[in-house]
């Protein structure tokens, strides 16, 4: 049943007057929540201006709806958020483009270097803007519209920054100050990111949340970020560069952590951001003190929410000796705040845990993505720290790492460690070639590295693989058991070795056709670094055989998307790494 329409308009939001909409929209959004469910916030075509954030809280049944992402504009002009739900359900977002004035990071070519800072010779679009920390700085490759890649890769973080702001030299020349001498030279092409820490749009606690038809140019952070979130309906997302920006969102087009239920995303891009195109996680606590067999003092090292699980949790505990193989499992009762990073955690029956072992949410979501484009970002197409992974119809292009890497990391105690993956009819072209480049094209590896599995059961089946000029292997397989290759084209002129492997069960290739028209290329190699030693592999069938068809790419990219393979429409120019028609194909993507 269809509900009320509440127009901005009507509480004093105007398109197109550059006044701060922000009070105006809030009104609207909370009458609608107080007069029930199944009601729109509606805005006209036009551009609005905030200056803070829109908090959306405890709403049920709530669209806030645009007129299309190329007709409603939600322009922030601070360093803010610019949608936060909380505690909401089945709320809808759809029709609508955010951007923000001033942008979060700049552009340009360096034309002097000094050891305390760069000047900068600005393009337009980007700004030469004063009293800003500079937090970041990376190379960029302005033919190929991308972050450096191969040699040229380099970048810097200044964290804390320098304690001097960005300062106008002359006409479009800023000057960055530095905490410490670089490599940067005269004539880099670089993009500066500023110190912020706020996404587009940043949910918590919800459950159903549906992101519909939404573009986003960029965010003071990350684009769509959402913890705890019980359903995720993602179709028709993008993030992208707005009239010839150097980049997009300063990290993630995507983040979600200690997600349930499911996750799923069609139809959506990921293109030019700072960091990854999606990443999927949940978090490391750790065991600090036992205070019974039920009853655990808990902490935290990203952030204190992180410790709001929730009663009726299921968490999952392992030894600090195999920080990512599960022991047993437990759900929560109570929790009660111990100190500022850590909690008393009460649960239904008897754990045995020790001192020092790592506890993780144990609902991970189903996570199913459909016609996803990740383009020319700075780090991994999408990084996953979960189970029961489909990615089908996919494009990854020009990803400065992995196109897909699986990493529950005790760096960043972020966990769990993948299983039931397929990864199926996806096209990956010049990916792995940059600043977070790994050991393969698809990657699980852990951090640290374990002595035992902790992968189980992926399918790679069906997919083109083109490498890039600096491309690394096809597969790196770290603690992986039960992986199969199959039905793959893959074109390469490198000599590097398709896959690697490391303490891994059961890795075998069946049907699929390789193409080099420069090197002979062993299939597999152990990799040599410890913890890796060759006798902790085992059944591993990745013969020549495996890989000796003959048949063309099954998908390629189109327009439309990822399509099976069309003759009359590509050639075999990939074979030789043309990259003015790879570049062709990531100008469409646009």
Not at 213 to 234: D, E, F, P
Not at 567 to 577: G, I, R
Request: net charge neutral.
């Amino acid at each position: 049943m269809l509900g009320a329409i509440f127009s901005i308009v009507t509480y004093g939001a105007y398109p197109n007057d550059n006044i701060d909409d922000t009070d105006a929209v809030k009104l609207a959004i909370n009458k609608a929540i107080e007069a029930g469910q199944n009601n729109i916030v509606l805005f006209q075509a036009g551009t609005y201006n905030f200056k803070s954030v829109i908090g959306i809280y405890n709403a049920h049944k709530l669209t806030v709806m645009g007129q299309g992402m190329q007709q409603t504009l939600l322009l922030g002009n601070a360093p803010a958020a610019m949608f936060q739900p909380l505690n909401c359900r089945e709320l809808t977002i759809t029709a609508l483009s955010i951007d923000f004035d001033p942008l979060p990071f700049t552009a340009g070519y360096v034309v002097s270097v000094n050891p305390t800072y760069l000047d900068v010779q600005i393009v337009s679009p980007h700004k030469a803007d004063i009293d800003r920390k500079v937090s970041a700085i990376l190379r960029y490759n302005p033919t190929m519209m991308r972050p450096a890649f191969g040699p040229d890769t380099y970048e810097i973080y200044q964290d804390p920054p320098s304690d001097r702001n960005t300062s106008l030299v002359s006409n479009d020349i800023l000057r960055i100050p530095l905490k410490n001498p670089t490599k940067f030279v005269i004539g880099d092409p670089i993009v500066a990111r500023y110190s912020h820490n706020r996404h587009a749009i940043d949910a918590q606690d919800v459950t159903d949340l549906n992101i519909h038809y939404v573009t986003i140019y960029t965010s003071w952070l990350m684009g769509l970020v959402a913890m705890r979130a019980k359903g995720l309906n993602i179709n028709n997302y993008h993030v992208m560069p707005r009239s010839g920006r150097w980049m997009s969102t300063p990290v993630d087009c995507m983040h979600f952590s200690d997600c349930r239920n499911y996750i799923n995303i069609t139809d959506s891009k990921c293109v030019a951001q700072g960091d990854d195109g999606l990443n999927v996680h949940a978090f490391y606590l750790q065991v600090t003190q036992i205070i019974s067999s039920t009853s655990l003092i808990l902490r935290e090292y990203n952030w204190p929410d992180v410790l709001n699980v929730g009663a009726g949790t299921r968490m999952e505990f392992s030894s600090s000796q195999q920080p990512f193989t599960v022991y047993t499992a437990a759900t929560v009762v109570s929790t009660s705040i111990q100190g500022p990073n850590a909690r008393v955690f009460v649960f239904t029956g008897p754990i045995f845990a020790n001192v020092g072992d790592w506890v993780s949410v144990a609902d991970t979501p189903v996570l199913t993505v459909r016609n996803l484009t990740v383009a020319n970002n700075r780090a991994r197409g999408v990084l996953l720290k979960t189970r029961r992974v489909q990615i089908t119809n996919s494009l990854f292009i020009g990803t400065s790492g992995p196109a897909v890497l699986f990493e529950p990391s005790l760096d960043w105690h972020e966990s769990v460690a993948a299983q039931d993956v397929k990864l199926l009819q996806n096209v990956y072209i010049n990916c792995n070639e940059g600043i977070a480049r790994q050991g393969g094209v698809i990657s699980f590896a852990p951090f640290p590295p374990q002595l035992n599995r902790i992968f189980y059961d992926v399918i790679i089946q069906s997919s083109t693989f083109l490498f890039g000029p600096y491309t690394e292997g096809l597969l790196q397989s770290i603690n992986a058991a039960n992986v199969y290759i199959r039905g793959n084209y893959i074109a390469t002129n490198s000599s590097a070795a398709l896959v690697t492997i490391c303490n891994s069960l059961n890795i075998c290739a069946h049907n699929n056709t390789f193409v080099n028209n420069r090197f002979s290329v062993n299939s597999y190699i152990y990799d040599t670094r410890s913890p890796c030693r060759e006798e902790l592999s085992d059944l591993i069938g990745l013969s020549t055989s495996g890989f000796d068809s003959h048949f063309a790419p099954p998908v390629m990219a189109t327009k439309a998307g990822v399509q099976p393979y069309d003759h009359q429409n590509y050639t075999h120019s990939f074979n030789t790494m043309d990259l003015s028609h790879i570049l062709s194909l990531s100008n469409m993507i646009g």
